[in-house]
């Protein structure tokens, strides 16, 4: 009889171990997964400029051309879809970025049109909005 529960009782430690390898397994499994994962960002067409961010505004560039454009405001210093930041969903615009445009495109303000409210870049208008 005791011969019977000491075979029993070891087939349980077994049976119960095996589960804990295998849970374990799992475990680990889970964990490469998540740092394997791959965080994707979908940026919007915007610039930092003189403490404003400006967004594309298509009704605005449908209208306006180059010969709109009045004076260099500056230059485009950093592209975040051109970077490592580009899959940083954190990431925040600093004046004179852009996620879309490229580093060393010039930034124009519009004749007739308030700085602090539209710019002109690389043939197209950015608007404040709030």
Known sequence: MSKILFTLFSIS??????CSVESEKESVESEKEVEEMHVEVEWVDAIAWNGNKY???????????ESDIEKKLGEI????TRSEEVDNPEYQLK???ATFVSKGTSVYSIKGEDINEFIYAHGKVYKVVD
């Open 13 to 18: 430690v077994f049976l119960l171990a095996g």
């Open 55 to 65: 967004y594309l505004n298509e009704e605005k560039t449908a209208i306006i051309t």
């Open 77 to 80: 210093t950093f592209s975040v």
């Open 95 to 97: 004046d004179g970025e």
